[in-house]
């Protein structure tokens, strides 16, 4: 572990932050075949950084993880660090996290954390050696949002590209640019200008799921012009926990799904219904067979304002904490409470 004092202007407090590395791009570098490759030792982590301020860091490498490696274990791990770091009066909390499941591991944290200091998650699309890394950059900003007083009461947020992002509708909108972190529909709640944070738009307050643990075999499923009910019969087992479908448009679903739809119903599995789509929220405007309102009516809950991934974490964080029926269906039923 390591504890580095950065110099902050016009704060007149000592902001004591957390940086929990977790590995990804911004840990990364080029091998002499241009391919990225994660290091024996984190740059980011390592190298100190001058910042325009007084922020005292300590560093906590806790994982050296390509993203695709993350679980929910590992994330239920970074929760507990963090509750850990808040009774030991911490002031805030940067995650370094690659970006591939960076926006679920970013939403875990949201539904599972107090939303008590603020806590940001940052990566980068570059690799540390590369021509226009931005990992460093990202680090920086990062710090400067989670010791920013006005950061207070946002959940946890994600800064990437000099944006300020709720974590909970941020997702990733392109392979390798530098600005894939967006929020469709939304837009940012904030920027990074200079050395602080500036908010436009002020978040809903969302209740907190405490968990202690995290359960398995929790599915997501995209819906497809054509599909019939093969993959959902792959689940129709003892050991599904529950199932997300991205379904078509508003919420829809072929008329051929529906038969092993209803056997899954039938073993009181949850289903979660959201779309497909990169803009909008789930809705059950349509009745026809596989429309949405049939859906409803079948015992599909509908999960309004995320995306696939996030409804599974969110649904996945549900049951981990033992909800059912009304609770559940409740707890699922929009992106807030």
């Known amino acids: 572990m390591w504890v580095r004092i950065f110099f902050w202007k016009e704060v007149d407090v000592v902001k004591k932050i957390l940086a929990i590395h977790t590995g990804g791009t911004i840990s990364m570098s080029q091998n002499a075949q241009g391919d990225v490759v994660p290091n024996a030792k984190n740059p980011i982590a390592q190298e100190a950084t001058i910042l325009a301020g007084r922020v005292q860091l300590v560093t906590d490498e806790m994982f050296n993880l390509p993203s695709p490696h993350v679980t929910p274990v590992e994330m239920l791990k970074i929760q507990q660090r963090i509750l850990r770091a808040e009774a030991d009066g911490i002031d805030g909390v940067v995650i370094t996290h690659g970006t591939d499941t960076l926006e679920e591991t970013a939403y875990f944290?949201?539904?599972?954390?107090?939303?008590?200091?603020?806590?940001?998650?940052?990566?980068?699309?570059?690799?540390?050696?590369?021509?226009?890394?931005?990992?460093?950059?990202?680090?920086?900003?990062?710090?400067?949002?989670?010791?920013?007083d006005a950061s207070q009461g946002n959940g946890v947020m994600v800064v990437m590209n000099d944006e300020i992002h709720s974590a909970r509708y941020v997702?990733?909108?392109?392979?390798?640019?530098?600005?894939?972190?967006?929020?469709?529909?939304?837009?940012?709640?904030?920027?990074?200008?200079?050395?602080?944070?500036?908010?436009?738009?002020?978040?809903?307050?969302?209740?907190?799921?405490?968990?202690?643990?995290?359960?398995?075999h929790v599915y997501l499923i995209k819906a497809y012009a054509g599909m019939d009910g093969s993959?959902?019969?792959?689940?129709?087992?003892?050991?599904?926990?529950?199932?997300?479908?991205?379904?078509?448009?508003?919420?829809?679903?072929?008329?051929?799904?529906?038969?092993?739809?209803?056997?899954?119903?039938?073993?009181?599995?949850?289903?979660?219904?959201?779309?497909?789509?990169?803009?909008?929220?789930?809705?059950?405007?349509?009745?026809?067979?596989?429309?949405?309102?049939?859906?409803?009516?079948?015992?599909?809950m509908l999960c309004q304002g995320l995306n696939g991934q996030k409804a599974r974490i969110k649904l996945l964080v549900g049951l981990s904490a033992g909800l059912t029926g009304d609770d559940l269906k409740d707890f699922l039923r929009t992106a807030v409470s």
């Open 231 to 300: 993959l959902f019969d792959f689940l129709d087992n003892d050991t599904t926990a529950g199932v997300v479908i991205e379904g078509l448009g508003a919420g829809n679903l072929p008329p051929r799904t529906l038969p092993a739809v209803q056997r899954l119903l039938d073993r009181q599995i949850p289903l979660v219904l959201v779309s497909r789509c990169y803009n909008g929220v789930a809705e059950d405007i349509y009745d026809y067979d596989g429309g949405g309102i049939q859906l409803r009516k079948m015992g599909l």
């Open 109 to 148: 944290l949201d539904l599972t954390l107090p939303n008590t200091i603020p806590v940001v998650v940052t990566g980068a699309m570059r690799s540390s050696n590369e021509i226009g890394s931005d990992g460093m950059y990202n680090f920086q900003s990062a710090i400067e949002v989670a010791a920013d």
């Open 171 to 216: 997702t990733k909108t392109h392979t390798t640019n530098v600005a894939t972190f967006r929020t469709p529909t939304f837009g940012p709640i904030g920027i990074v200008a200079k050395d602080h944070a500036v908010y436009f738009q002020q978040l809903i307050r969302q209740a907190t799921c405490q968990i202690d643990q995290v359960i398995d």
